[in-house]
């Protein structure tokens, strides 16, 4: 099997431990976070290298059973280093040295007595992180077929598992985006990766459209569900603040959405058969990534334009905390919907239609 | 049966038919809606009798095939009109006399030549509306079981049907609302009703925070789902613009959410068990109703402490043209979730857990 790296580092995202001092703020349903102010080497590397730099902190309640699970959490949005006609090679080492420093960044922010004690990976290793990497792979073993896939790396630089993109087994037919012409529906389920530092899925752009697809992550256990994704303005800018809250607040767990940032111009020219004049470019990819909290809370989000880090300590207490005020998990009965899609799923499935029996009466 | 109304018209919607030229805006995704001036006789009853009123124009594309489908809808929210302790008769009588001018403007918002013709129930006849209308049933025919049910007036004034509360499948068991104490889970399914304007459902209050039953009313068929709810400030208003946004992208149909506006007294303080001191009142019921469209547009909301009437011109049409832009449907995959939820609710469900091998190694 061989993983290839382009597409992937644009949407990256990091998650990784520390110990933080709680906050007794309480729940903050929509109230502004409270921010942290980053370390001065990490201020230092986003002036260097001209990369948005924002920091944020999720609290939750005290528990009597449990000790609070702060975790911090990294997201990184970056645009191309290169231009899309430069060698595929290039391209990657190029990317690589773009999120050197934003990965150096998000390392600075661990404390200074953090464990980093082995050095399996590069970064992982070194920062004592958990890493989650889309890529798209390379299936030698079955006929060479390309997969949209995420891999998870763990703290100590191991590979925990992958996983072929479940929200791609939503793959996007919209505008220039024929994705189903360049990889595979996922055959991998809606795995949920145990982490040194919490529970955590992937749900890869368009997989967000699925509100089913949210919900599966949930009912394997999700914690934090990282949606990587590269999507342009004018198709989706106005739904990317609703969907990702919704799921967090459906779901209670927390979302980081991670967008690529940037405008890419092609060579030669395109059309995709919906009518439009062709164009160089998919459009402006508006970065704008963020997290939200299953309490209805989130982050502001990262620059339109510019490469950026977003970091965020949540405890990861609030997901269970949600669970136990709304009720949600025992108010859902699944059954239901599972006998519906039973139904919905034959091909002389009717729809639970009642017509008004004066509808075409005439008025007199 | 015997149907009672208490409950009811803090809930009412309205919807009505208008032929209205159509706009060439083209779809309006997250822009400014284009407002509409209500006629004099509205504007003067809203001022005579202090509601708050407010109108708004969805658009959609030209079709080839297709007139476009433009309906008004209109939804009323409002406080209760005299003190819980009032004998339950006046309370409703109350609450009907309060109704009837907010009604009225809803009427007056049909043109002069609109087409009343038949006098079958007061308000439906009078001004040919469909009318959404929740209330508390009483079902002497079940042992007097009492259902948190819908009953849908056709324009004609004739019931075209009754809806217990699908989304009262799901009862809320949170914070104040012990609602499981007062009613039953709803027997009806997920029905959508075919009415003179257009495919309507009705999701209930709480029924809104599932993802599931959002989906259920789409697979029937429903173009617009009324979201008649009863919630409290501190409980509920972070989710609130959220849910019935992301209902209407998700599923391509218009959401019209109405929430009841007001803080009620109550003689007795009560508790709930959720570890809150006494209190006499539920919270502030916080009004802000509003339209969300399956562009992901949506129109301001009502005032969060008067009574209103939102009145919103929308062209149906514009729920398969996102349909076939977003191609939701044809990559929902629905037979994933339906095998899941039959995993899922055996005793024995494991979750699709992939844990880190390392997870306990020690850092040295």
Redesign the interface.
Known sequence: MVVECWKILCKLSIMTGLEVSRLLLGLN??RPLETIIPPESAKALSSKHDFDLQAFRFSADNEFLREPRVVRVGLIQNSIAIPTTAPFSDQKKAIFEKLRPIIDAAGASEPVDG?S??FLQEFARKY?MVIVNPILERDINHGETIWNTAV?I???G?I??KHRKVNE???????DFNESTYYM?GNT????????YG?IAVNIC?GR????N???FG???AEIVFNPSATVG?LS???WP??A??AA??NSYFVGSINRVGTEIFPNPFTSGDGKPQHPDFGHFYGSSHFSAP???CTPSLSRYKDGLLISDMDLNLCRQLKD????R?????????D???R??KPDFE?????????H?K??
Chains 1, 2 share one sequence.
């Open positions: 349903c929509g464990e004690t082995e004592n998870i763990g703290n100590h191991n925990i598992g087994n939503h793959i996007p037919r919209v505008g529906e389920g809606h795995p949920v990766f145990e982490t040194a529970k368009y459209h699925h509100p089913l949210w919900l599966a009912l394997n256990g004018e800018e106005p739904m609703i969907e809250r919704n607040i459906a309490d209805a809370s005020k709304w009720g949600f025992m108010t859902a009965r699944y059954e239901l919907y599972a519906m899609f039973a919905y799923l729809p639970q239609l009642i017509s008004d029996p004066l509808l009466k008025s007199s």
